[in-house]
């Protein structure tokens, strides 16, 4: 059964490890991160932007799908069916498909009508049990077609935001989504600490895991990140095993075109790839 994030992101909070999100794109991303997390023990929360929410036929089938999963694979660890980067409208029709937990994402507005729409969706969102997330400052690179640079976040502007009842805050640290270029400064550590000793408690968020160095990610663990979002890296690792067994000539071997044979290195590979941050995060073990 879906269970909101706010219990294991502040259980994460307090005992200095972070959860990993990780996108969902198709029954195969859904499938492998689930068992990897049934496997390791791990809390797991799994996210949909707008877009592979589309791609995936709608929200209704997405729920679906994870529900029908978690019941045929018996999976007991926690698992939140969390919506990444929603819209104000998205964020309704998420908490109407059946989410157990919202990204409501208006760091584009003003920060009066980011408050606004921000206090409503938590009454909303909370009224049926999900938790949700908000944002402060955006977030750099390439979302859905949206590319920022990377900003830091106000730490006012982030109290503000944390006091309206939220359950957890994704801070701009200068981190982008995507694949970091060659010139990127890094996280700004100040910007976090300086966030965290105004929200206190809250569980922090670090969007664009991706390519993060591992010393940063443990850095940021102990100044309160509780959640860290994955994507890029499991795409990158899907297509690179999925090259491999075409470029092998496998798929022209026997049943190789199968589907089930075609995309099961892919599969194998986004294990991998959530095994080895659930380690880094420190995930393992926790549910």
Request: charged residues 20%; contains cysteine; aromatic residues 6%.
């Amino acid at each position: 059964m879906l269970v909101s994030a706010t219990e294991m992101l502040k259980k994460a909070k307090a005992g200095h490890y972070a959860v990993g999100q990780f996108n969902i794109n198709n029954l195969e991303w859904t499938k492998s991160i689930l068992l990897t997390a049934q496997e390791l023990n791990s809390p797991v929360i799994l996210g949909v932007s707008e877009g592979a929410g589309k791609y995936m036929g709608g929200y209704h089938a997405v729920v679906g799908m994870v529900n029908g999963l978690l019941q045929d694979l018996n999976i007991t660890v926690p698992v939140a069916l969390h919506l990444d980067h929603g819209s104000f409208e998205g964020c309704y029709k998420c908490i109407e498909a059946g989410f157990s937990s919202i990204m409501f994402d208006g760091s584009h507005y003003a920060i009066d009508e980011n408050v606004a729409k921000t206090t409503e969706l938590v009454k909303a969102a909370h009224d049926k049990g999900l938790s949700i997330e908000a944002e402060v400052g955006s977030i750099g690179g390439e979302e859905d077609g949206v590319v920022g640079m990377g900003e830091c976040a106000d730490p006012d502007e982030c109290k503000a935001i944390a006091d309206l009842g939220i359950d957890f805050l994704a801070a701009g640290i200068g981190n982008i989504h995507g694949k970091y270029p060659e010139n990127w400064q890094g996280l700004s550590f100040e910007t976090l600490d300086a966030v965290q000793q105004k929200t206190g408690d809250m569980p922090l968020v670090l969007h664009g895991g991706t390519g993060i160095p591992a010393d940063m990610i443990k850095k940021a663990i102990n100044l309160g990140v509780a959640k860290i979002n994955v994507n890029t890296e499991c795409q990158l690792a899907f297509a690179a095993a999925t090259r491999k067994y075409v470029e092998e000539g496998r798929d022209l071997q026997g049943k190789g075109f199968d589907p089930r044979k075609l995309l099961a290195p892919g599969a194998e590979a986004i294990k991998a790839t959530v095994k080895e941050k659930m380690e880094l995060f420190g995930s393992v073990g926790q549910a």
